[in-house]
């Protein structure tokens, strides 16, 4: 008994779990987020840990490493906390706004005046605001709605397929598969869809913070995990059809709603050629929400770093003889 009361305590160290090697903050309901768990179970031979959030999480709590958002809310932390940095591009999903065509809509300029379901604040919110000025429509010259959000059929009360579905707005702006059931809820050719990839797209992003990359050992697994990611991206823009039920069980979406949406998501990855484009003339919109000042160009071009895609890509040229290819005319820069 007495050597077994020895080995106790050693036998407890052993049974102990090591630490994870990356923490990880993103919304766990999105289909976006999930190429970085398929990495992790995968492809990536060290440990990771996902906590739901973002990049407000990451940038408020120093043990995470990586966090995972759309554009529009990365500009909104970085405003407070400069150390963010977008080092990857998960998803690019160009958004789209569903009508109904009973409510007299057949085109967009027919939105004036009608009630519009968004999130305002959000990408969801630029998206429709962007949309509706190409045919000449300020905010105010329609009225916006707020709903929530659904992942599959019927949806609850208050989501934006039953309000539209219900007649008590017109039309909504969302990213999927919200939208998609917004389609599905109306009945078979009284839906009217816009989409317009040149006005908005949704660029969800992987970020860490100039504190984690200054870290040799954190960067390097950080590195590892993007190599890593590439090659889970690769399958999800190639060969869905090998990720379908495991996307469908980690966001309780279903397989057939998600062979709808899946063609307006882009997998592709890389750094996209005009982000900063994009992010200068975002923040104007995230800046007047936000009731602050909007910031410069060159300040807001500080938040994207290319070096980790860089030694990434020398990485996985290493590992496998070839480089990452990936781009396809689509816009996007690999340095």
């Avoid at 399958?235 to 990720?243: G, I, M, N, S, T």
Wanted: hydrophobic share 40%; charged share 25%; with cysteine.
């Amino acid at each position: 008994m007495a050597r077994l009361s020895f080995l106790l305590p050693l036998l407890g160290l052993l049974a102990t779990p090591a630490p994870a090697a990356l923490t990880i903050s993103a919304a766990l309901n999105v289909i976006e987020y999930t190429p970085l768990l398929t990495t992790s179970e995968d492809y990536y031979n060290s440990s990771a840990v996902f906590i739901n959030g973002g990049v407000a999480t990451l940038v408020r709590n120093s043990s995470i490493d990586l966090g995972a958002n759309a554009e529009t809310q990365a500009l909104r932390n970085y405003a407070n906390n400069t150390s963010l940095r977008i080092i990857w591009n998960i998803a690019e999903v160009p958004y789209r706004l569903v009508a109904n065509r009973a409510a007299g809509i057949s085109s967009l300029s027919d939105l004036k005046g009608k009630r519009v379901g968004t999130i305002n604040g959000t990408s969801a919110g630029y998206f429709v605001e962007q949309l509706l000025k190409t045919v000449g429509l300020q905010y105010g010259d329609y009225q916006t709605v707020p709903g929530n959000i659904c992942h599959e059929a019927p949806c609850a009360n208050r989501t934006f397929p039953d309000l539209l579905a219900k007649g008590e707005i017109d039309a909504f702006g969302i990213w999927e598969p919200t939208l998609q059931l917004g389609i599905d809820a109306l009945p078979k050719g009284q839906a009217v869809v816009f989409q317009d990839r040149k006005v908005y797209r949704e660029i969800y992003n992987l970020h860490s913070t100039k504190e984690k990359l200054a870290d040799k050992k954190k960067r390097r697994e950080i590195v590892v995990f993007l190599k890593d990611l590439i090659k889970a991206q690769r399958v999800f823009e190639d060969e869905p059809e090998k990720v379908y039920a495991r996307v469908s069980a980690a966001v309780n979406v279903s397989v057939p709603l998600l062979e709808k949406v899946w063609r307006v998501h882009d997998w592709s990855g890389g750094i996209p050629r005009d982000l900063v484009d994009v992010l200068e003339e975002e923040e104007k919109y995230i800046a007047r929400v936000d009731n602050r000042t909007a910031s410069r160009r060159e300040h807001v071009a500080k938040m994207v770093d290319r070096s980790v895609l860089k030694e990434a890509l020398a990485l996985l040229r290493k590992e496998k003889g070839h480089g990452h290819g990936r781009g396809r005319g689509r816009g996007r820069g690999g340095n």
